[in-house]
């Protein structure tokens, strides 16, 4: 019987974390690389300016590798897999963690009612947050399946397992437009809950795990009066801390998980409880 330590012992593994200079990205790519693993850290928004202000002088840690990937193109993510098996070997953990929730430069209908929710939003936020997983799935999964090991954590939401409850986005209502938390969202998270049960199935023979791994909202110095509505929403009354999710990414990280596959772990204090 493995001991506690050995059950979550990740060190020495190659992982690798769309998204990871994130808020949560970050966080993810710490825990591991200060868990022994070797992390490349796959962000469109990777340079030298971006890494230092958030990594400071972590960024020279040699278990770090940055890579400017984009997850809507496979040659990219194509180009970053060879990167990372030329400086370490095939990956072990996958996080697909990169998404969007709005895309930047959002036009004002936005946020607007969903009848007239823009076509050019819907397709900029499933590409990155559905195809984009895919993608990531196919050619990063696909080499995992291919040495015959690996573990896979798609990052969803709350909003993708129960509608967003639009009452707490009424109060921007008050001070001006009407505010809809938008459509494109929601698919593209419970699109993933079905996608780790394909993959699941589709890759137990071939020693790859597939889970799904769903957050309740993080505090980042939110508005008051959005503070107040979402907490009040919340059973343990609050936001997670951006920290508060790691234990989890390590946990389907390692064997401590090893009989978990095709599932979902939910942590939201308590939102989808009521
Ligand atoms: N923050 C929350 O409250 C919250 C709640 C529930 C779920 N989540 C989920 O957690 C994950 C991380 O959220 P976050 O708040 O840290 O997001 P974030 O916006 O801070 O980080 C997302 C990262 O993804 C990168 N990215 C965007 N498009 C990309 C592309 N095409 N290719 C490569 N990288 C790309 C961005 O550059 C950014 O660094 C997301 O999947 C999100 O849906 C977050």
Same mark, same amino acid.
């Given at each position: 019987m ?6 979550f012992? =990740?060190?020495g593994? =190659?992982?690798?974390?769309?998204g990871?200079l994130?808020?949560? *990205?970050r966080?993810f ?5 200060d868990?022994?693993?070797?992390v490349?850290?796959? #962000?469109s928004? !990777?340079? +030298?300016d971006v890494v230092?202000?958030?990594? *400071?002088?972590?960024?020279h840690d ?6 400017r990937?984009?997850?809507? #193109?496979r040659?990219s993510?194509e180009?970053?897999l060879?990167?990372v098996? +030329?400086?370490?070997?095939t990956p072990h =953990?996958?996080i697909?963690?990169?998404?969007l929730? /709005?895309p930047?430069?959002? %036009?004002?209908?936005?946020?607007g %009612? ?5 076509e050019s939003?819907? #397709?900029?936020?499933?590409?990155v947050?559905?195809k984009?997983v !895919?993608?990531?799935?196919q050619?990063i999964?696909?080499a995992?399946?291919?040495a015959?090991?690996?573990s896979?954590i798609?990052?969803s939401?709350? $909003?993708? &397992?129960?509608?967003p409850?639009q009452r707490?986005y009424?109060y ?9 938390k938008?459509v494109? $969202?929601a698919?593209?998270? /419970?699109?993933l809950?079905?996608?780790?049960r394909?993959?699941a199935?589709y890759?137990?023979s ?8 769903t ?6 110095? @939110?508005? +008051?009066?959005f503070? @107040? *509505?979402?907490?009040a929403r ?7 801390r951006? #920290? +508060? $999710?790691?234990g989890a990414? &390590? ?6 998980s090893s $009989?978990?596959t095709g599932a979902?772990?939910v ?5 989808t409880?009521?």
């Open positions: 493995p001991t506690p330590a050995e059950l012992n =990740i060190a593994k =190659i992982a690798v974390v769309t990871g994130g808020q949560l *990205g966080q790519v710490l825990t591991l690389a868990s022994g693993a070797r490349a850290v796959f #962000d928004r !990777v340079d +030298e230092a202000a958030r990594f *400071g002088e972590r960024r040699p278990a770090l590798l940055f890579c990937v984009n997850v809507t #193109d040659a993510l180009a970053g060879r990167q098996q +030329e400086t370490w070997g =953990i996958l697909n963690n990169a998404a929730d /709005s930047p430069n959002a %036009p004002a209908t936005e946020n %009612p969903f009848e007239t929710y823009p939003s819907l #397709d900029a936020v499933l590409a947050n559905l984009g !895919v993608l990531c799935c050619v999964g696909g995992m399946a291919a015959g090991r690996g896979i798609n990052i939401s709350i $909003y993708g &397992l129960v509608s409850d707490i009424a921007r209502a008050a001070a001006g437009a009407p505010f809809f938008p494109a $969202y698919i593209s998270k /419970s699109g809950l079905n996608l780790t394909y993959l199935t890759w137990a071939r020693g790859v795990r597939v889970n799904t791994l957050f309740g909202g993080v505090f980042n110095h @939110q508005d +008051e009066a503070l @107040q *509505g979402y907490c919340v059973p343990l009354g609050r936001m997670a951006e #920290d +508060e $999710y790691n990414i &390590l946990f389907l990280a390692s064997e401590a $009989y978990m979902n772990l942590i939201d204090g308590g939102w409880a009521w």
